[in-house]
């Protein structure tokens, strides 16, 4: 045991060192751990285990693991794989531009709903859905394009075009 052992350049210990109380740096970030060529395999700090036998991961012993930044955002900056539930809470936004895209690889287990009444189209007029599969249509407004099959029910407005079959009512 040294009391105010300091040590200056590169030193070597060779078996483990244990520190009682902790392990600090002379100013605030201003020393590191491990290097790019000369990484440490894996950390411990507290219940979190960084990278040890895994491929890169950074797991828990107990509970859950929280990323919190002060800034108020955490960017992942490359693909991001989740396995199990997904949950996102607040507002989400999924892409930055019209030329991202979404696909859904899995059934949709909930109505999708407009944030304001009438304000969301669905498609646009260069970028149209092929086909519409519904059991039922309730519109207001104008309905353009095609009809094919029955129509049972009140038909308010102005019929533009040709009507083939029998018209009751």
């Given at each position: 045991t040294f009391a105010g052992l300091t040590v200056s350049g590169i030193a070597t210990f060779v078996g483990q060192a244990i520190f009682n109380t902790g392990l600090l740096p002379d100013v605030d970030e201003g020393a590191y751990i491990g290097s790019v060529i000369k990484p440490f395999?894996?950390?411990h700090i507290g219940e979190i285990e960084i990278a040890g036998t895994l491929d890169n991961a950074i797991t828990t012993a107990s509970g859950n693991l929280i990323l919190d930044s002060a800034g108020g955002t955490v960017n992942v900056a490359d693909n991001l794989d989740v396995t199990g539930t997904l949950n996102a809470d607040g507002n989400v936004i999924l892409g930055?531009?019209?030329?991202?895209?979404?696909?859904?690889?899995?059934?949709?287990?909930?109505?999708?709903?407009?944030?304001?009444?009438?304000?969301?189209?669905?498609?646009?007029?260069?970028?149209?859905?092929?086909?519409?599969?519904?059991d039922d249509i309730n519109a207001t407004g104008n309905v353009t394009g095609d009809l094919i099959g029955n129509v049972t029910g009140n038909l308010t407005g102005n019929v533009t075009g040709n009507v083939t079959g029998n018209v009751t009512g």
């Open positions: 395999s894996e950390a930055t531009n019209a030329s991202n895209t979404v696909t859904f690889n899995a059934d949709i287990a909930s109505a999708l709903i407009p944030d304001n009444n009438t304000t969301r189209a669905l498609g646009a007029s260069s970028a149209r859905w092929s086909t519409l599969f519904v």
